[in-house]
């Protein structure tokens, strides 16, 4: 970490992980991990999933997720819930930014501050 326990914006790279979807890997613990997601209008999350549990919130913008078959379109202020193991897919309706919480952390997305 940049400073003992504080991360600031600057000292988290920001990564395009596939056209239009940039991540941000902020805090990290042993149990958690707390990352930015902005997605360019159109950008598609391909369906996938993962053995983490995710939590997140939408904090501008408009998405369109499917989590487990079942689709919803989701403002600033929605958030969701999805057990490690379930299927989800997203597309940005218009520029979105999302917080998403994951335990435990994905190893894939370990690129702490430095």
């Known amino acids: 970490m940049a400073d003992g326990y504080f991360i600031l914006p600057q000292d988290a790279e920001q990564i395009e992980m596939l056209a239009g979807i940039h991540r941000r890997t902020l805090g990290t613990t ?4 707390l990352c930015e997601f902005f997605l360019e209008r159109g950008a598609v999350v391909p ?7 995710q939590v997140g919130y939408v904090v501008y913008g408009r998405l369109e997720m499917t989590i487990g078959g079942q689709t919803r379109v989701l403002q600033p202020g929605d ?3 999805i ?4 299927q989800h897919t997203a597309r940005a309706e218009v520029d979105t930014l999302i917080i998403d919480c994951f335990s ?8 702490e501050a430095r």
């Open 30 to 33: 042993d149990e958690v991990m």
């Open 83 to 86: 057990p490690g193991g379930i």
């Open 47 to 53: 369906l996938h999933s993962h053995d983490n549990d």
């Open 79 to 81: 958030s969701y819930a």
């Open 104 to 111: 435990p952390p994905r190893a894939d997305y370990r690129t």
